[in-house]
């Protein structure tokens, strides 16, 4: 079988996170190369008539989507599958109106909440235009409404709001630094997991979950995860925030709820292939989704790949599954 990795074109001077496609690329090469397939790996631009034309010249079985932004922003990803999709292709992973969808974080918020599933308050400059809203003073976090959310974060974006026309202000200055839509969303204290979702022949099948450990932080220092603690490898954030899949039996109840969310949210947001959830719990046990990655990091030090492999599975097996339910 020939597989096409499609992928972001990534410029010879790209920050880290743009890099990382690039590893990605590299890790499902070899996975189906021990699989026993052909590939060939392009690289994606806004040039989707280029796009058409090679994949229409090449015509392979199935097509494993890696692209997660064009032209620098995640706004676009969706093009990609689009244009695969328009040629009746096999693809991995969730469909161009699923990445749309659970790309535009208030949106994907908006089908949650109407789901009934718990999502933390929200505000965008839209909905806090209108005269009924009605913000609870507190703490908040500032995010990017269409990027990956860890995008330019830092511990000042989240705030303390006193009312509606403080956090106005607040949303105003930062999407005018940031220069991209952006929302604030309820700071919720307490503990941070992700969970890691897998198309299987019985469905949907939910990897052991993550939680994300806020190690030695000082007293004060919000609790996220943060670009820094992504990217930046000489960073204090970067090596005090651990991933470990080691939760006490206490927990037990806490992880069937999460599991039992995390399974609702693909269903809502139709994901398909695999995916990702992220969680923040209170300090009364309460699940709390922040958001749902459509086409989360394959990357052997991934999330992904680690919750995997705490389930037994190899990334060959990992990238048989995704190719299998392409197909299937």
């Excluded at 505000?123 to 609870?136: G, I, M, P, S």
Aim: hydrophobic share 45%.
């Amino acid at each position: 079988m020939h597989v096409a990795i499609l992928h972001q074109f990534v410029p010879d001077d790209a920050s880290p996170d743009e890099r990382d496609v690039l590893v990605q690329v590299d890790a499902i090469s070899k996975a189906l190369e021990e699989l026993g397939h052909t590939f060939d790996a392009i690289a994606c631009t806004l040039d989707l008539g280029q796009l058409r034309e090679t994949l229409t010249t090449r015509r392979p079985d199935v097509v494993f989507n890696l692209v997660e932004s064009l032209a620098g922003t995640d706004s676009l990803q969706c093009l990609v599958p689009l244009v695969v999709e328009s040629l009746g292709l096999p693809m991995t992973g969730s469909s161009a109106a699923a990445i749309l969808n659970s790309g535009s974080k208030g949106f994907a918020k908006s089908l949650l909440r109407s789901a009934g599933l718990p999502t933390p308050a929200w505000y965008d400059l839209q909905t806090l235009a209108a005269e009924n809203a009605n913000v609870e003073p507190g703490r908040y976090i500032l995010k990017p409404e269409l990027e990956h959310a860890s995008l330019g974060m830092t511990d000042a974006d989240v705030v303390e709001v006193r009312d509606k026309v403080d956090l106005l202000e607040r949303l105003k200055a930062k999407q005018t630094a940031f220069g991209r839509p952006v929302f604030a969303e309820a700071y919720i204290e307490g503990r941070e997991f992700n969970l890691s979702l897998i198309a299987g022949s019985g469905g949907v099948e939910v990897l052991p979950p993550a939680e994300i450990r806020f190690v030695d932080f000082p007293a004060g220092k919000p609790k996220i995860v943060g670009s820094a603690a992504k990217w930046d490898e000489a960073s204090f954030e970067y090596a005090a925030t651990v991933r470990t899949y080691d939760l006490g039996g206490g927990d037990a109840a806490l992880v069937a709820e999460m599991k039992r969310i995390a399974t609702e949210c693909w269903r809502v947001l139709d994901l398909a292939g695999y995916a990702r959830v992220d969680f923040r719990v209170d300090e009364a046990r309460r699940p709390w989704i922040l958001e749902a990655n459509a086409n989360p990091c394959l990357s052997p030090d991934a999330g992904f790949q680690a919750a995997a492999a705490k389930a037994g599975r190899t990334p060959r097996d990992v990238v048989a599954d995704i190719l299998q339910a392409a197909l299937g």
